[in-house]
């Protein structure tokens, strides 16, 4: 009896998440027995990442309302950090992944504190602006900072980026079979970030973050501090962003200002608004649908981006949920048609009195 | 010493007047229903292109290549508002900030990558333009900025004529300062959203002939002047086109000294500098409306 009581405490809702989480890590330690690929399970990382990213700009957006525009921006600062660190200072990829991830707080703090004064869609319009600014400035650089060789290396990197600052040491250690060394670090790298993920928006501040977005109003009537709350928010999301821009540099041992474009800012948006806004494992979801759909766009070459505009625009308008959101209209629905059909039928069922049928 | 401050009021000048008409068009939207067009830059190439299709492809005389721009960018805000923008008002009211703008934001991907589909990546020139200079006294301008100018200046005549004269305007005017007060009142508020679209298409589309006869014809054409037009906008206080039309000049010339004295790639930056600090001093803008956005 007692060791049932601290169970019941767990609601229904932390049990699903929980199996769900479950079945999902036991998916993910079979994947590499079951997949031999390279191309495959190298699409997977990268997956991986994108989702990782996609949570993160949910928690920003779907949680806490700030529409941010310039998470790749975020993802880029932790991704040339790492790789500056190692370009420059010659250090090991692994003690340079923190450091870049501050500096990727740093950095959003800074942008935050520009931004977070304002709301809704002038925070999307600066931060946007600013996305661009760091676009253009390092593909613009064409100042020498170094001589590697005889070839002259932007501080920035300009327009190719860096590459061959070093790796996650996988390689060394597993030779041929390095990319099943890397998707174990990503996938680790994305269920920690879940996990914290799943932390905060649980947690009292988690709260506040989704009273600032609910009723923002009420929310500093009733003393939550809208631009601290929003700061705090920004700099966490921003620490796993930009850890993940380290490992993606590190991954692909390169890292160059393409990650800044446009596409991939919307590859993220349109992960997070097919799969559901707000919703815990709706950026999981639309990562799955989006890149299976990109996968199978592929074949048309050039419609991918054409497709993937589309996609946006059409799910934004048929379902505003994304696709966790119409899942659980459909366990709704489906529960109510159960209920009503119960409800419907003789009353032998009298001792247990449903709850108040809903299709009343 | 004079021809080059000449040199660089005139370009200052006539991309500021390019940016307050695009600026017009986005803010126009934002005012009277709450949306951010961020398919406007689409828009802006869409026009561009259609009027090289017209004059370049079918042979006809410019008149009816600027016409064909101002019509396609009308069709193009029908278009969205039947597609998008009247299913997502159905919508909760407080989500429609967020979904317009990432539906738009397919949108126009979608429509600048048909249009680099259809016409392919390599620029084009747009037939729009007029060769050589004019002389006024000591100072050399060249035609083309003047025409561009010129086409701002009766653009927002036309405009202002239409906001401030007729019922339309009215209508508009009216569902800007209070959308329910202006519904109750008998204003279709639906027309107004439509007529609305259809106009800043239309501008969009001037727009877009005007800008690429300054540089060429390119799919992602209309992106810079539009990130531009975004930042004038919230200067400005989106939704203010008086503002909007001061905030473009004024950053235009601001940009183009800079672009000058430090070189073309620190314009945007110091523009963007400009902005925050503003922002940090005013945060809904120099001229908005102080309610609505603090909190």
Known sequence: ?360 | MVDVLMAILVAGFTSGALYALATVGLSLVWGSMGMLNMAHAAMLTLGGYVAFTVITSLGLPIAIGFAGAILAGAVAGAILYFAIVRNLLKNDKSTFEANVMIATVGIGIALENAILLTYGGQPLKQPVSIAGTFRLGPLTLPWQNLLIIAVVVVMMVVVSLALGRTRMGRAIRATAQNRDAAQLMGVAVNRVYLQVLMLSGALAGICGVMVSSMTQLSPPLGNDPMLKAFIMCVVAGLGNLPGAVAAALGLALFESFVQYALGARWGFPSLLFVVIAVLIWRPSGLFGRAEIRRM
């Open chain 1, 1 to 360: 009896m007692t060791d049932t009581k601290p169970m019941s405490r767990i609601s229904r809702s932390a049990r699903t998440d929980l199996a769900i989480s479950l079945v999902l890590v036991a998916a993910a330690i079979a994947l590499p027995f079951m997949v031999d690929s390279r191309y495959i399970l190298g699409q997977i990382v990268l997956a991986l990442f994108y989702a990782t990213i996609a949570s993160q700009w949910n928690l920003l957006f779907g949680f806490s309302g700030i529409f941010s525009l310039a998470q790749m921006a975020i993802f880029a600062f932790g991704g040339y950090a790492t790789a500056m660190l190692c370009f420059y200072f010659g250090w090991n990829v692994w003690a340079a992944l923190v450091p870049g991830a501050l500096g990727a707080v740093l950095f959003s703090l800074a942008v935050g504190l520009a931004c977070l004064r304002l709301t809704g869609v002038y925070v999307a319009l600066l931060t946007l602006a600013i996305a661009q600014t760091m676009y253009l400035l390092i593909v613009t650089d064409t100042e020498c900072f170094v001589m590697v060789g005889s070839v002259c290396r932007q501080f920035t990197g300009g327009a190719v980026g860096f590459a061959r600052f070093g790796d996650l040491g996988t390689r060394a250690l597993l030779r041929a079979q390095w990319l099943v060394g890397n998707y174990a670090i990503i996938a680790v790298l994305f269920a920690v970030t879940m996990v914290f993920t799943y932390a905060i928006v649980k947690s009292p501040i988690g709260l506040a973050f989704r009273a600032l977005k609910d009723n923002p109003g009420y929310a500093v009537a009733r003393g939550v501090n809208r631009f601290q709350a929003q700061l705090l928010v920004f700099g966490i999301s921003a620490f796993f962003t930009g850890l993940a821009g380290g490992f993606y540099a590190a991954h692909f041992q390169a890292i160059g200002p393409g990650v800044l474009s446009m596409s991939q800012l919307m590859f993220i948006i349109a992960i997070v608004v097919v799969g559901g806004v707000g919703t815990f494992w709706g950026p999981l979801v639309g990562t799955v649908v989006l890149v299976l759909a990109d996968e199978l766009m592929r074949e048309s070459g050039e419609f991918r981006t054409l497709g993937l505009g589309l996609i946006i625009a059409l799910s934004v308008v048929l379902m505003p949920k994304g696709l966790v959101g119409r899942f659980g209209d459909l366990v709704h629905w489906l529960a109510r048609r159960r209920a009503k059909l119960t409800d419907a039928k003789p009353i032998d069922s009298n001792i247990v009195q449903s709850p108040a049928p809903a299709g009343k």
